[in-house]
């Protein structure tokens, strides 16, 4: 096994990188058919959900495919090599295995525990299976993946831990102060998007007992669809679907929007937002005039402050009070939380921080990666898990959190990445806004459940496992191949017999192969047993090719059963391992019937 993992995630690069580098159902395709058409990978798969994107790879180098996966990673996701580079972590063989099943449990979620991931996984691998670029070790990989993060969830309290992305974005919304179900109870809601995520929302929105949902969507026929299954729940909930182009009009109606699209623009304005809110139906307070503050930290800032400047001279509002800009100056200076807008924000000096432990070598990414080893590799993406948890125990620096000083007259709840609404029209009075960048703020202060130490155990043990019978594997061709010669040395024997003793009859014949037969499968049964004991262990690899050396089998006929094994899929490897005589499956080697089969 020489598996790979090169990406990035919520954990090691931040919103805006993760936004420019997120990947196309079609980016997809083509990134897994430039992989296995690259030369250090032999199978492949990608794993890209809102807050990751991983690309699996098979590789017979280690530098060459760390090279090759993360230079294919930036020229599909759009991203310079250079500018990716110190975001990427890598993980290789057993550590690989041991993020997967990390990922799959939602130990590496942004919502410790959140199940959802399971799902995500599952089509990553139905997409390499699709494709053709799922090979043996990303079956098995993958398929055990699903299976200890069942097994993770179905154990333990991991649960308790973390709720889906959605449930927790929705308990954002309420800001803590009420229950979801009490807070949602005869809202209107317009959920925007009809794929996995969005209909996820749609139903978490069903339960928690909206009044109604309005879905919208590019392909009027998935809106359509999706409504359709919210109304026959029987949630009592009323849905109907809506053309994408009626969306701005519909805001002025509803008191929740989820969106999550796959747009690469966005989906709502600032001034979409701010235009609903002013028209908000008759009965609901008008919401005062907008008056956008200035972006601060983009470089659109001085625009931002001239065009805000102007909205205030055009409502016929006084500009700030010098006095108040110089007190929130001082404030700044001395690193004290300041309330502007609505919008809670900490201001303070930039902290220095640990740094990556390796150097990233400027100039051409994809020569400089090819130097790197993978001892500093490993130690970049530990650095990168650690940078996270460290930061889960201090302060959290410019962390926006909203205070409701008025009434929310809108509530916002944008799950895409990149991002579907304005993260701008948090400005706005009477609306609130929770996105992806926002939720990651609210879950690194969310208290870890005790369960998550079980969770870590499951981990830990089925790595160990998973391993061994990768290497137990490993041999599995060689000891086949050296029982098949072993069957041929007793066909010529049983054949040489019946020349020099024709007279025997059948009874006697049989009698006599059996025999043989008996002996030969007592004296491979120890050493196939325990050699089989010695590859699963780390380090065992050696012992398939010493086994060769002592029998001198023909590698040909070993990579001929290393063929046929990798055509056959796991059904199949599972139905021979049952019809495995018992050198193979560790059995007594004295429990056989008349055929010299095991009994």
């Known amino acids: 096994m020489s598996l790979l993992v090169v990406g990035l995630s919520h954990r090691s690069a931040p919103v805006s990188v993760l936004e420019r580098a997120s990947l196309s159902v079609d980016a997809k395709v083509k990134l897994l058919h430039d992989t296995l058409a690259a030369e250090p990978a032999t199978e492949a798969t990608v794993l890209a959900t809102c807050n990751r994107i991983e690309l699996y790879a098979d590789v017979d180098k280690f530098h060459a495919g760390v090279a090759e996966l993360s230079t294919l990673l930036a020229q ?109 109870a005869g809202k209107r809601a317009l959920v925007i998007g009809a794929g996995s995520m969005s209909s996820l929302a749609a139903a978490t929105l069903a339960r928690v007992g909206v009044a109604e949902i309005v879905v919208a969507n590019r392909t009027a026929e998935r809106a359509d669809r999706l409504a359709e299954i919210l109304v026959a729940s029987g949630t009592g909930v009323a849905a109907r679907a809506l053309p994408m182009a009626e969306v701005a009009a519909e805001l002025t109606r509803v008191d929740v929007v989820v969106s999550c699209t796959g747009a690469t623009g966005l989906v709502l304005t600032g001034e979409d937002v701010a235009a609903a809110v002013d028209g908000a139906p008759d009965g609901t307070p008008p919401a005062p005039p907008r008056i956008p503050g200035p972006s601060l930290g983009t470089p659109r800032a001085a625009e931002d402050t001239r065009r805000s400047a102007a909205a205030r001279a055009r409502a016929g509002l006084e500009l700030i009070d010098p006095a108040v800009v110089a007190r929130l100056v001082a404030a700044a200076e001395a690193g004290v939380r300041l309330a502007d807008g609505g919008v809670a924000r900490t201001i303070a000096p930039g902290a220095e921080r640990d740094e990556c432990p390796v150097e990233v070598p400027t100039g051409d990414g994809r020569a400089a990666l090819t130097g790197v080893d993978a001892t500093a590799l490993e130690l970049h993406g530990t650095w990168a898990d650690q940078g996270e948890a460290a930061a889960q125990r201090q302060p959290r620096k410019g962390a926006r959190s909203q205070v409701d000083v008025a009434p929310v007259r809108l509530a916002l709840l944008d799950l895409a990445m990149p991002r579907d609404i304005d993260a701008a029209v948090h400005r706005i009075p009477g609306v609130r806004l929770v996105d992806i960048e926002s939720l990651a703020e609210a879950s690194a202060d969310a208290p870890m459940a005790a369960d998550v130490d079980a969770v870590r155990g499951i981990v830990a043990a089925e790595v160990a496992a998973f391993g061994a019978a990768q290497r137990a594997a490993h041999i599995t061709p060689t000891v086949v191949a050296l029982r098949a010669m072993a069957a041929e040395v007793v066909a010529m024997e049983v054949a040489r017999l019946d020349g020099r003793l024709p007279d025997l009859d059948e009874r006697q014949r049989a009698e006599v192969t059996q025999t043989v037969r008996r002996v030969v499968d007592k ?77």
């Open 76 to 184: 599909h996701s759009g991203v310079a090599l250079e500018e990716l580079t110190p975001y990427l972590y890598v993980h290789y063989e057993d550590r690989a295995v041991h993020h997967l099943f990390s990922v799959a449990c939602g130990l590496d979620s942004m919502v410790i525990g959140e199940g959802q991931i399971l799902g995500q996984i599952k089509d990553a691998l139905a997409l390499g299976q699709e494709l053709h670029t799922a090979g043996r070790l990303i079956n098995d990989l993958f398929q055990q993946a699903l299976r200890v993060g069942k097994r993770a969830h179905s154990e333990t309290g991991i649960d308790r831990a973390g709720q889906s992305l959605v449930t927790f974005g929705l308990e954002q919304l309420t800001a803590g102060r009420q229950p979801v179900d009490a807070w949602a």
């Open 523 to 599: 004296l491979l049964h120890a050493p196939t047993v325990r050699v089989k004991q010695l590859a699963s262990e780390p380090g065992g690899a050696g012992y398939a090719e010493a086994l060769r050396e002592l029998f001198d089998l023909d590698p040909q006929a070993v990579a001929s059963v290393s063929r046929a094994d990798a055509e056959d899929g796991p059904a199949e490897r599972a139905g021979q391992a049952e019809q495995a005589g018992p050198a193979e499956r560790g059995g007594k080697a004295d429990q056989y019937d008349d055929s010299g089969r095991a009994s």
